[in-house]
């Protein structure tokens, strides 16, 4: 069966370790069918601008272990107005590239999902972000390596932290979702956890340091950035002047969280969704978002996963408070 694809790929929004692992299947998987690859540069604005470049299975060598994205990344206002996805669509026509594989979050994929609807131009999403917040998949390129990043900094913290017998409030990152907060608090044996999805949840941290904190060599307050009293620097403040008998300090761990050498998990969930997103493709899908759901790969559409919102294990939540 002759195969008439040309497939451009892009990294969108912020990086995530694992990118490159994508990057690599997908390119070595479309070699295989005889499918041509063109990496696009920078994300969206890469793809306005036409700066491609032919991809081979020799140029994704040796980046299997690498973080970051060898195609370079950004977050493209234009792409969002009907005249920058114009030019973008008159880019893509001039290389004769007729499907687009996107590896990014859910400003990416809402991008994806416009574009495909006005050029009839199959769009095939593949989730990476270390916040691990899209709808329709268990799992993100970088989610598990974040983790670990942020676990082994916590534990170093933790060492500080009981030697002086203090109160570390530690900012991770998650805008808008607690993926990463939660569930780094749990392998740390974090004594709060604050995130985005829950309210109210200052009277809680109010009750322990109240009731418990005293009792405690140290105390490790995971507080992701979106949470609703504004992440970890003006929780501590407040908690500052609430309890001035507490030795409070304060680490935010930023984009120390994005880097790094993916982890064993995040190389072959990359591997195995760069695969599926060239398969989708030669299965003539369009507009869909590859995912995992108990460790299977799943389809979900692309507009589904940009308008419905994933919510944190509610069953990770509950056990929080009985590990304190
Ligand atoms: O990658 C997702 C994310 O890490 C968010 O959790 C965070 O708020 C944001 O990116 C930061 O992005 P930037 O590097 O553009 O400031």
Redesign the pocket.
């Known amino acids: 069966m002759e195969i008439n694809l040309k497939v451009g790929v892009l990294t969108s ?4 370790p694992g990118m490159n692992a994508a990057i690599r299947a997908v390119v070595r998987a479309a070699t295989h069918r005889n499918i041509e690859v063109i990496g696009i540069r920078r994300g969206y604005q890469g793809m306005i601008e036409g700066d491609f470049i032919k991809m081979d299975s020799a140029c994704v060598s040796g980046i299997i272990q690498r973080g970051g994205t060898i195609l370079q990344t950004a ?1 493209c206002m234009e792409f969002m107005a009907p005249e920058g996805r114009k030019k973008a669509y008159d880019q893509l026509n001039s290389f004769s590239i007729n499907a687009v594989i996107v590896i990014g ?1 859910d400003g990416s994929f809402t991008g994806a999902s416009i574009m495909s609807r006005e050029y009839d131009i199959p769009f095939i999403g593949i989730p990476g ?3 691990n917040d899209l709808y329709g998949t268990d799992y993100t390129i ?1 989610f598990d390596t974040a983790l670990n990043t942020v676990v082994n900094a916590v534990d170093k913290i933790r060492d500080t932290a009981s030697s002086h017998g203090r109160i570390f409030f530690v900012e991770v ?5 607690g993926f ?1 907060a939660l569930q780094s608090g749990i392998a740390c044996g974090a004594e709060g956890i604050l995130i985005p999805e829950e309210k109210g949840q200052i009277e809680k941290l109010r009750k322990f340091l109240d009731e418990r904190a005293k009792l405690k060599k140290s105390s490790i307050i995971l507080v992701a ?2 949470e609703e009293e504004g992440g970890a620097i003006p929780i501590a403040n407040k908690m500052k002047e609430e309890y001035p008998e507490f030795d409070i300090r304060t680490t935010i761990l930023g ?1 120390i ?2 880097g790094g050498t993916p982890s064993a998990v995040d190389r072959i969930n990359a591997s195995r969704m760069g695969v599926a997103a060239i398969e989708a493709l030669i299965d003539d899908q369009k507009s869909i978002m590859i995912g995992i759901v108990n460790n299977e790969i799943v389809h979900v559409p692309l507009n589904k996963t940009v308008k419905l919102c994933k919510d944190v294990s509610r069953d990770m939540l509950a056990i929080t408070d009985l590990l304190v």
């Open positions: 929004g912020g990086d995530a977050r979050g972000t270390i916040d970088g990152m998650g805008k808008e979702a990463i950035e979106g984009h969280q994005r």
